[in-house]
């Protein structure tokens, strides 16, 4: 593995080779790139292609180059055009955390515990940098699997993993929102830093925004499912119908002439083509050339289309249900929740408030809800509607959950 001695040699590659560096930047995610479309690149400079090589700044297979998967990597970094969602990064620096806390506390001169709070510094601005970045990959890569992802099944694994991601960087906000409040509470009595104060108001904010972000991202996931799921029955229609109309027996099994006579609908009469032939005679001269290549083109692009269509569905594909689920409208739940205060309230102005978590633990939703969900959905409810609610100095205690409790902003 080649090292380079200093920076000044690192910059100094780089620049050399830059028109080359950027075009294969650019065309990254292409499986080849020629090791002759690199020389022309360098003006057929073979020597500057081998020192390349031999510094590992691109690296040769064959007949063709590929760059570095360290330079690669850093202009990835520095251009935030990577779309991986590595939590992985976020995990490293919470225990990194821990260890230069811990080394403060142990710590006896000065000049090196401040040392160890500039690298706490830093890596609390790391945390919330590659937290926000995360959760951007996210959203673009559950749009992306979804819209443009032509095999069934595949967009469905997609979206499970992205689902699993999500929850893993949820876990990974919770962690850090403890470490600060909970875990490290001495650390942070003993440090009194005014900047490390403001880093962490800042933090604490970014994540509260990431964590309504992450609702976001959980919705689009179910509704996307749900929409594959809806897709899936329709498609499963439509095989019947044509399954019934190759046998001959579309209308004694089924409602069809019935249907048509009560539509009239132009879209049910269909347009009538009007087509014609060219003589043989008129297609070898030049001027049916245009007529021809216009012909030609079109086939193309219906040959373009047919190659992107989905795959066939498995009978797996449409048996499984389990992994749709019914999206739980925070919005309604919340409604429901003042309107039946404001009623009891009304019926009996001395009875006691019932507080928000109370409530949804014994609230009869449309589906299954188990009481970690419904934990859940209040934390999301109180962090979405927090101008409508009012939170007291007040705790309850619900088996093993113990919470703040609220009540509606009015009473």
């Given at each position: 593995m080649y090292i380079f001695r200093s920076i000044h040699e690192i910059i100094n590659t780089i620049a050399a080779a830059r028109?080359?560096?950027?075009?294969?930047?650019?065309?990254?995610?292409?499986?080849?790139?020629?090791?002759?479309?690199?020389?022309?690149?360098?003006?057929?400079?073979?020597?500057?292609?081998?020192?390349?090589?031999?510094?590992?700044?691109?690296?040769?297979?064959?007949?063709?180059?590929?760059?570095?998967?360290?330079?690669?990597?850093?202009?990835?970094?520095?251009?935030?055009?990577?779309?991986?969602?590595?939590?992985?990064?976020?995990?490293?620096?919470?225990?990194?955390?821990?260890?230069?806390?811990?080394?403060?506390?142990?710590?006896?001169?000065?000049?090196?515990?401040?040392?160890?709070?500039?690298?706490?510094?830093?890596?609390?601005?790391?945390?919330?940098?590659?937290?926000?970045?995360?959760?951007?990959?996210?959203?673009?890569?559950?749009?992306?699997?979804?819209?443009?992802?032509?095999?069934?099944?595949?967009?469905?694994?997609?979206?499970?993993?992205?689902?699993?991601?999500?929850?893993?960087?949820?876990?990974?906000?919770?962690?850090?929102?403890?470490?600060?409040?909970?875990?490290?509470?001495?650390?942070?009595?003993?440090?009194?830093?005014?900047?490390?104060?403001?880093?962490?108001?800042?933090?604490?904010?970014?994540?509260?925004?990431?964590?309504?972000?992450?609702?976001?991202?959980?919705?689009?996931?179910?509704?996307?499912?749900?929409?594959?799921?809806?897709?899936?029955?329709?498609?499963?229609?439509?095989?019947?119908?044509?399954?019934?109309?190759?046998?001959?027996?579309?209308?004694?099994?089924?409602?069809?002439s019935e249907v048509l006579e009560r539509e009239h609908s132009v879209l049910v009469e269909g347009n009538v083509p009007s087509s014609f032939k060219l003589s043989l005679p008129y297609l070898s001269t030049d001027e049916a050339r245009p007529v021809i290549l216009k012909v030609l083109r079109n086939l193309q692009y219906r040959e373009i289309i047919r190659s992107n269509e989905a795959g066939a569905f498995s009978e797996e594909d449409m048996e499984s249900q389990a992994m749709y689920q019914e999206v739980i409208d925070l919005e309604e739940t919340l409604s429901d929740y003042i309107q039946a205060q404001a009623q009891a309230r009304w019926n009996d102005a001395s009875a006691p408030e019932e507080d928000l978590f109370h409530y949804l633990m014994h609230y009869t939703f449309a589906r299954e809800v188990d009481e970690q969900e419904r934990t859940t959905l209040f934390c999301q409810m109180v962090s979405l509607y927090e101008n409508r609610l009012r939170i007291s100095e007040e705790f309850g205690l619900y088996h093993q959950y113990e919470y703040a409790k609220v009540y509606p902003a009015n009473s």
């Open positions: 028109g080359l560096l950027t075009e294969m930047f650019e065309k990254r995610k292409m499986l080849s790139f020629r090791y002759s479309d690199a020389l022309a690149l360098l003006k057929d400079d073979e020597n500057r292609l081998k020192l390349l090589i031999e510094k590992e700044v691109i690296r040769q297979n064959g007949n063709f180059v590929e760059l570095d998967a360290r330079f690669l990597d850093f202009f990835e970094l520095l251009l935030e055009a990577n779309e991986e969602i590595n939590t992985a990064i976020i995990d490293e620096n919470i225990a990194f955390l821990h260890e230069l806390m811990d080394y403060y506390e142990k710590e006896q001169i000065a000049s090196r515990k401040e040392s160890y709070v500039r690298n706490i510094k830093i890596t609390f601005q790391k945390i919330a940098r590659t937290t926000i970045r995360n959760i951007m990959n996210l959203q673009s890569s559950i749009d992306n699997a979804f819209k443009h992802e032509p095999t069934y099944q595949i967009k469905i694994a997609k979206l499970e993993n992205l689902d699993k991601k999500r929850i893993h960087i949820q876990q990974l906000i919770d962690t850090t929102e403890n470490l600060i409040l909970h875990e490290e509470r001495r650390f942070f009595q003993q440090a009194t830093d005014e900047e490390l104060n403001r880093i962490l108001l800042e933090l604490r904010s970014e994540l509260q925004l990431s964590a309504h972000s992450l609702i976001r991202a959980q919705q689009d996931i179910i509704n996307y499912l749900n929409q594959i799921k809806s897709q899936v029955i329709l498609v499963e229609k439509i095989r019947k119908v044509k399954y019934l109309q190759d046998q001959f027996e579309l209308r004694s099994r089924s409602n069809l």
